[in-house]
């Protein structure tokens, strides 16, 4: 059963309907500052806006803060649920999500979106998904940056860690969209696939059958459903979003145990899913000796950034150019890109697109 708010007055009238579709697991921390994020953008985007949050065997406040929510420019329809043992995981609590978001859809043009419940969405997250959808595509995968709360609580170490990670997988954003060019996804790009933003067209959806579940990276499944039918997918810049870098997550093998392995792992162990320039950028050359260590990511950072020098003395004009962040000997003076209203810090996009196994380092018991 679902339980709906609407309020006062109905917004504007827009072309297209959306639906947000929140999978909620004992997120009280975080869930009342990503529907007032929500409810913000809906009040930018000015259309039918609809937050659908799916409460899966919650224990603490979450219900409490679903029941007692107000919003002033979206409807909030939610629904608390206990999932059977075997699916008690990211891809099935993703999917009912979506599912529910999807049935109060009606046009092939509406839009499906999702977020997740420890995840603030920019003010301007919906108005520029649509315009995205609007120039042709199909979906549209955001970019993830750090709530700067969080990372400030990491401490410092922790926050060199990613920030060296940062660094690299944004030069090899830069050199993958040169080799990988794509009419409708053109530099400047990224190449994060998360569930922190995803949007995809209700017809999209629809054509799919709905999305895929697989225990852990349900996100990036369901872009590459999306690309195997046809879709396209977009990954813009500006449409943004600031999450969390908690380093106890809810679904195991996502990007909270990503992040804890980061930080505690010894100096010289393999990175999961960060591997060298040239196996980086020819995922079917990988190996496990290919992956980087935080004692050699320096150095991989120092190649990827010359390769970006030798890249621009043949630029093409449509080709936009990126700032260096300087690297210091002991990477203390490299400090994370500023500027951002509500985070600091790229989520690196772990996972290599297109790699055979994107958790071959991390096994998920059964």
């Known amino acids: 059963m679902i339980a709906s708010f609407k309020p006062g007055s109905s917004p504007p009238y827009a072309k297209r309907a959306v639906a947000i579709a929140i999978p909620v697991k ?61 699916a008690r995981h990211a891809g099935w609590a993703r999917r009912l999500a979506l599912d529910a ?38 979906a549209v995968a955001g970019r993830a940056l750090t709530l700067r709360s969080d990372r400030a609580s990491l401490g410092a170490a922790a926050r060199r860690r990613l920030d060296q990670l940062g660094r ?14 794509e009419p409708h996804d053109p530099w400047p790009r990224h190449f994060y696939e998360g569930g922190a933003s995803i949007a995809v067209t209700y017809a999209m959806y629809r054509r799919i059958g709905g999305a895929p579940t697989p225990p852990v990276a349900e996100d990036r499944a369901l872009f590459d459903r999306i690309r195997a039918h046809g879709g396209q997918v977009r990954h813009p810049l500006d449409v943004r979003v600031f999450t969390s870098c908690r380093i106890s997550g809810r679904a195991p093998g996502g990007m909270a145990d990503a992040v804890a392995r980061w930080i505690d792992q010894p100096v010289d162990a393999p990175l999961h899913e960060t591997y060298a320039v040239t196996a ?4 079917a050359s990988a190996n496990p000796g290919d992956q980087l260590s935080f004692a050699t990511l320096p150095d991989a950072i120092r190649e990827a950034q010359t390769l970006i020098r030798l890249t621009r003395v043949f630029q093409s004009p449509e080709v936009e150019t990126i700032r260096f962040v300087p690297i210091a000997a002991n990477d203390r003076d490299a400090g994370p890109e500023r500027g951002v209203q509500f985070g600091d810090g790229i989520v690196p996009a772990f996972g290599i697109v297109g790699l055979a196994d994107p958790v071959d380092q991390h096994h998920i018991p059964a």
């Open 26 to 86: 004992n997120e009280d921390q975080y869930l009342l500052g990503c529907l007032d994020a929500l409810d913000r953008a809906a009040g930018r985007y000015g259309g039918k806006v609809v937050i659908v949050a799916m409460a899966n065997d919650c224990t603490d406040g979450t219900i409490d803060i679903l029941t007692n929510w107000r919003p002033t420019h979206a409807t909030i329809a939610w629904s608390a649920v206990s999932l059977l043992p075997g």
């Open 101 to 138: 978001g999807a049935a109060l859809l009606k046009h092939p043009t509406d839009l499906l979106l999702s977020t997740d419940a420890d995840t603030n969405v920019s003010a301007d997250w919906i108005v520029r998904i649509v315009a995205h959808v609007d120039a042709g595509n199909d």
């Open 168 to 181: 690299y997988y944004t030069a090899l954003d830069y050199l993958r969209a040169r080799a990988e060019t």
């Open 280 to 283: 980086a950028l020819n995922p």
